[in-house]
Every structure is written in structure tokens, then in C-alpha cells.
T-cell receptor
Framework: DVKVTQSSRYLVKRTGEKVFLECVQDMDHENMFWYRQDPGLGLRLIYFSYDVKMKEKGDIPEGYSVSREKKERFSLILESASTNQTSMYLC?????????????FGQGTRLTVV | QKEVEQNSGPLSVPEGAIASLNCTYSDRVSQSFFWYRQYSGKSPELIMSIYSNGDKEDGRFTAQLNKASQYVSLLIRDSQPSDSATYLCAVNPPGSARQLTFGSGTQLTVLP
């Protein structure tokens, strides 16, 4: 089975802190994604990566950055956390190529910024 | 117009009935379609994928795709209370081979 593991299930951070969310997948997937999910807004793509050291902006990249130094690990960084970044953060991964692009999700990190 | 649209619900069905969940998408050349189930407070879990017109069955779940009408649906037969969840439709839009675009989800409640 595909396993996508996020480093924390719950996090509470203070405004202005730098926050790191880590994600690791064990299926040698090329593609990795970070989404946030908010009530009424659904899943929104923040960033994705299709290869080591490669990254592309999603729909809402502002206030976030990412890092992919190893194929299995994709990190989301909140440079200076703000209360409007309180959300559920979901990491996902998928195989490369143009088909069979089903994504598998980690368990999610519920981040609260106070 | 949203790229992927679903009725937000809530949709309620009695136990044992067929639940029908619908999804429309805006781009005719989309290739891949997926249904995810998400329990409250949990992450989405893939339950069905479909790539060709017609029906695809897996246990109590049937996915239906009609590319001409830009419509994909999920039928859940013999619905159980454990099927109560939010169901997300996801589409692989053209020019974004690696990404999925998600609908906002339909909340399903199966009443015992």
C-alpha cells in the first residue's frame, strides 16, 4: 500500500513564526503536492513538485514556499505564519506520467496559528 | 464557472438505498476522473478511478462517465451508515497532467 506520512497531526504556532510541515512517501512517486482545505472552499493546491529540486506554484502560493531535496520528501514552509493560514494541510503524491494520476493523501496536519 | 462542480448536499438516504452522487466538469478534453471519500476530520481516500466512457464497478461502488455530457457520477448500492462521508470528485484537466482539480464535495448521510 502507498504510504504518505505527514510529520504532525496537530500543530499550534504563534503569528510570525516560521513553520515547517514535512511529508514523506514510500512509493517512489515522482509527483508530490501540498493542499490546504477550508470549510466551503474545498481543496486548494498550494505547490507541487514533479521531480527533486523542482517546484511549481499552485493556485494559492502566497505566503508559502516548498523544498524537495530528496524524492521521497516534500516540505511546506510558512515563512511568517499568520492567522489566515490556520487550516488543514494535506500532502499527496502520485506516479509520474500523463495517466494514472490518482493521488494518495497523508493523514493531514491541522495547523492553528494564534 | 468552476472547473469541477458538485452539489454540496447534504444528501440523505436510508440504509440499504442507492446513493447517487454527481459531478460535472468544464473542460471537454479532461482525461482522468476520480472519486475520493473523506470522513470528518480525516484525509481523502481514493475509492474509484475511471478513464473511459461507461460504467466501472467495484463492489458496492459504480462510477459512470459520460464525456459527451461532461458528467461523472458515483453510485453506492446498499448504502450503509459507514458510507456517511463527504465525497470528492477530482478531474485531471488538460495541460496539467500531474495535477488534479477537486470539486467542493457532496456530504452524504446514510440514515439507519
Amino acid at each position: 500500500d502507498v504510504k504518505v506520512t505527514q510529520s504532525s497531526r496537530y500543530l499550534v504556532k504563534r503569528t510570525g513564526e516560521k513553520v515547517f510541515l514535512e511529508c514523506v512517501q514510500d512509493m517512489d512517486h515522482e509527483n508530490m503536492f501540498w493542499y490546504r482545505q477550508d470549510p466551503g472552499l474545498g481543496l486548494r493546491l498550494i505547490y507541487f513538485s514533479y521531480d527533486v529540486k523542482m517546484k511549481e506554484k499552485g493556485d494559492i502560493p502566497e505566503g508559502y514556499s516548498v523544498s524537495r531535496e530528496k524524492k521521497e520528501r516534500f516540505s511546506l514552509i510558512l515563512e511568517s505564519a499568520s492567522t489566515n493560514q490556520t487550516s488543514m494541510y494535506l500532502c499527496a503524491s502520485s506516479f509520474g506520467g500523463t495517466m494514472n494520476t490518482e493521488a494518495f493523501f497523508g493523514q493531514g496536519t491541522r495547523l492553528t496559528v494564534v | 464557472q468552476k472547473e469541477v462542480e458538485q452539489n454540496s448536499g447534504p444528501l440523505s438516504v436510508p440504509e440499504g438505498a442507492i446513493a447517487s452522487l454527481n459531478c460535472t466538469y468544464s473542460d471537454r478534453v479532461s482525461q482522468s476522473f476520480f472519486w475520493y471519500r473523506q470522513y470528518s476530520g480525516k484525509s481523502p481516500e481514493l475509492i474509484m478511478s475511471i478513464y473511459s466512457n461507461g460504467d466501472k464497478e467495484d463492489g458496492r461502488f459504480t462510477a459512470q462517465l459520460n464525456k459527451a455530457s461532461q458528467y461523472v457520477s458515483l453510485l453506492i448500492r446498499d448504502s450503509q451508515p459507514s458510507d456517511s462521508a463527504t465525497y470528492l470528485c477530482a478531474v485531471n484537466p488538460p495541460g496539467s497532467a500531474r495535477q488534479l482539480t477537486f470539486g467542493s464535495g457532496t456530504q452524504l448521510t446514510v440514515l439507519p
